[in-house]
């Protein structure tokens, strides 16, 4: 009798069961605490944004559980909602360009809470964290393409599974509660993208979902929860479902010991990812014009998947930030009347000068970059300026955000709610994280206390 083959889900159960980090060195592990310490600094920032506070007041008072920024606890999977909705506020979250996904605002959340809700070493943590965005990075790599993306949220269909698979990790679960953890998450899977046309605010709450449905599946599966092992290649699971076809013959994880959280990049600009590199092409240009420079027109070329999503060739009229913040023609039209890359761009939606050069843009995909992508996702703009000149710029690739502008990142939003001496203390924290005896802390770091010298009380 021949052996039976594990389905999608069994084989990452085993995987994940028996895996041994150390042979992918380093570095995974350090990019690591740098998504952290980024998908902390927006949090903090977003603290008193609108959905932030929505998400803050819908959950229940008390639990395991801290709120990020705030002077109350919750359950497990309640603060594992509202981190998640903080962490998304800003749209400056990590981007893995591959999957289409935002891996980071579902993973970190997840960790932190079920963190506090069992005792777990900081190491693990962190190798839950590189296995959370592995296998996130990994399905949405097979499943996504620009039609898919059209329709659902990346980020909603495949977080909760890269996120139960870390935390069924970090709770060292057996491989088949891994395999239960990943099937149930996959059941959660959701989010769809007609929040770009309405300039809705479903977006910001699609981590939230997608994390307290993560911690849920993990908790279910601890417990003993039967997921379906064919969750992925069935015929109803989740690629016949979403892709309408067949899952691939297999998913491998570290393929050729490589972790697909290096593939992940930290935005510089708090915008729509197909809008980064296209801004920074804007900011170069922009630097070098002479104070006054009259524009005359701009031509704005990006991969067709840039060009595609849901929201990013949108010429107004723009009721909300979010709009602005996914159209790639405001975001280069305000980097060219401000000479700047800050959320102060997207302040004013009625700016003269941004909807005049909106109104002479053209969006354009370009059958040489969409070849590129999305091993790189770059964009060309050109000018035509009133004295007759044509500047021009061609970028291969968006540049992220360095780990310095991270950090100084995260000292400054950090430091505004809970004082520069405790935004200290969580970085150390981080930086020596694979020390920790218990990862648990550091949720609890990122609440005030009487002792923070920034401001408390936020409920």
């Not at 092409?281 to 849901?310: K, Q």
Request: aromatic share 6%; proline share 5%; glycine share 10%.
């Amino acid at each position: 009798m021949g052996s039976i083959v594990p389905t999608h889900a069994q084989a990452i159960g085993q995987v994940i069961a028996g895996i041994d980090l150390s042979a992918l060195g380093r570095t995974p592990a350090d990019k690591g605490k740098v998504c952290l310490l980024d998908f902390l600094s927006c949090a903090f920032e977003a603290i008193d944004l609108e959905w932030s506070r929505q998400a803050r007041a819908v959950i229940g008072m008390g639990g395991e559980a801290h709120v990020i920024g705030a002077a109350k606890t919750a359950s497990a999977a309640d603060a594992a909602f509202v981190n998640a909705v903080a962490g998304h506020g800003l749209v400056r979250e990590d981007m893995h360009a591959a999957s289409i996904s935002h891996h980071g605002v579902v993973v970190w959340p997840t960790l932190l809470a079920l963190a506090e809700r069992q005792r777990v070493t900081g190491s693990r943590l962190i190798e839950a964290a590189i296995i959370g965005y592995e296998v996130g990075c990994r399905i949405g790599r097979a499943l996504f393409d620009a039609e898919l993306a059209r329709l659902f949220r990346p980020t909603g269909l495949v977080g909760p599974i890269g996120a139960a698979a870390g935390g069924a990790y970090l709770l060292a679960l057996d491989q088949r509660q891994i395999a239960s953890a990943l099937a149930l998450a996959a059941n959660a899977s959701g989010g769809l993208n007609q929040w770009p046309h309405s300039g809705g605010s479903d977006m910001y709450f699609h981590p939230g979902h997608a994390a307290r449905s993560a911690v849920t599946a993990v908790l279910l599966a601890q417990q003993g929860a039967y997921g379906s092992r064919d969750i992925f290649e069935g015929e109803a699971g989740l690629f016949a479902a979403f892709a309408r076809r067949p899952a691939p013959g297999a998913i491998a994880l570290f393929p050729d010991g490589q972790a697909d959280i290096l593939n992940v990049y930290n935005k510089p600009a708090p915008a729509c990812n197909f809008a980064q590199t296209a801004c920074q092409a804007a900011l170069r240009l922009a630097v070098d014009l002479p104070e006054g420079t009259m524009i005359n027109a701009v031509h704005i070329r990006v991969p067709r998947a840039a060009a595609y999503y849901p929201g990013c060739d949108f010429t107004g009229p723009f009721e909300r930030p979010l709009q602005a913040k996914m159209s790639i023609q405001f975001g280069v039209a305000a980097v060219l009347a401000n000479r700047r890359i800050a959320e102060s761009n997207y302040a004013r939606l009625d700016d003269p000068e941004v909807l005049r050069l909106i109104e002479v843009s053209r969006l354009e995909s370009s059958d040489e970059l969409s070849a590129a992508f999305p091993a790189a996702q770059g964009a060309e703009l050109e000018l035509e300026l009133a004295n007759g000149r044509r500047p021009r710029i061609s970028l291969a690739d968006v540049t992220p955000a360095t780990e310095a502008e991270i950090r100084f990142r995260f000292r400054e939003a950090s430091g505004a709610v809970l004082g520069a001496r405790r935004a200290k203390v969580i970085e150390d924290f981080i930086d020596n994280i694979e020390k920790q005896p218990n990862a648990g802390r550091l949720a609890g770091l990122c609440a005030p206390t009487r002792n923070s010298a920034g401001p408390t009380g936020l409920t």
